[in-house]
T-cell receptor, first 115, second 117 residues
Framework: AQSVTQLGSHVSVSEGALVLLRCNYS??????LFWYVQYPNQGLQLLLK??????LVKGINGFEAEFKKSETSFHLTKPSAHMSDAAEYFC?????????????FGKGTLLTVNP | GAVVSQHPSRVICKSGTSVKIECRSL??????MFWYRQFPKQSLMLMAT?????????EQGVEKDKFLINHASLTLSTLTVTSAHPEDSSFYIC?????????????FGNGTRLTVT
């Protein structure tokens, strides 16, 4: 079984400040990890993914995440927040890369950016 | 990039009627599509896995006779909410994976907001 815990359902930062969204996972096998962003009344957009290659993964919109096996973490960061980053962010884990793998999502973290 | 189109984006229906939601992969083939349900301010809950040319696999607790899934082609899956009731009001999101890429991430539609009155 696999699970994802996102610490903090709501994170608020000032524009230009560092963004840090936390994600810890549990998986019995080496995981595949993903971060998705959701804007109001829309589907999810992939920010980045970890698939056992480089542990530091760079994604779109200036986001990156680091896979730390010893800490079972995959935290999402961005050096400088922009107003357009305000959205809901979901961390997800899969235990397989096969064609039918399923994603298990965390409960999400709402990011607000203050001017 | 890969695009998944979901239609309609919003639908309001009366209790007891059925509603069909379409999910199309526009520029790739998807042997597998997934249907999620999302309640306000909550995460996505997987309802079922739709497999092209075969029966869908439903998650525990999801009524397969109420949520009918059809995946008739490599680019189209449909979810029909039968005899809808107010408690079925929710945000439904489909996703698909490019069958031509190993470890391809899921691509999501923009969701359908269903309101049952």
């Amino acid at each position: 079984a696999q699970s994802v815990t996102q610490l903090g359902s709501h994170v608020s930062v000032s524009e230009g400040a560092l963004v840090l969204l936390r994600c810890n996972y549990s998986s019995s096998v080496p995981p595949y990890l993903f971060w998705y962003v959701q804007y109001p009344n829309q589907g999810l957009q992939l920010l980045l993914k970890y698939t056992s290659a480089a542990t530091l993964v760079k994604g779109i919109n200036g986001f990156e995440a680091e896979f730390k096996k010893s800490e079972t973490s995959f935290h999402l960061t961005k050096p400088s927040a922009h107003m357009s980053d305000a959205a809901e962010y979901f961390c997800a884990v899969s235990d397989s890369g096969g064609s039918n793998y399923k994603l298990t999502f965390g409960k999400g973290t709402l990011l607000t950016v203050n001017p | 990039g890969a695009v998944v189109s979901q239609h309609p984006s919003r639908v309001i229906c009366k209790s007891g009627t059925s509603v069909k939601i379409e999910c199309r992969s526009l520029d790739f083939q998807a042997t597998t599509m997934f249907w999620y349900r999302q309640f306000p301010k909550q995460s996505l809950m997987l309802m079922a896995t739709s497999n092209e040319g075969s029966k869908a696999t439903y998650e525990q607790g999801v009524e397969k006779d109420k949520f009918l899934i059809n995946h008739a082609s490599l680019t189209l899956s449909t979810l029909t909410v039968t005899s809808a009731h107010p408690e079925d009001s929710s945000f439904y999101i489909c996703s698909a994976r490019d069958a031509g890429h190993l470890i391809s991430p899921l691509h999501f539609g923009n969701g359908t907001r269903l309101t049952v009155t």
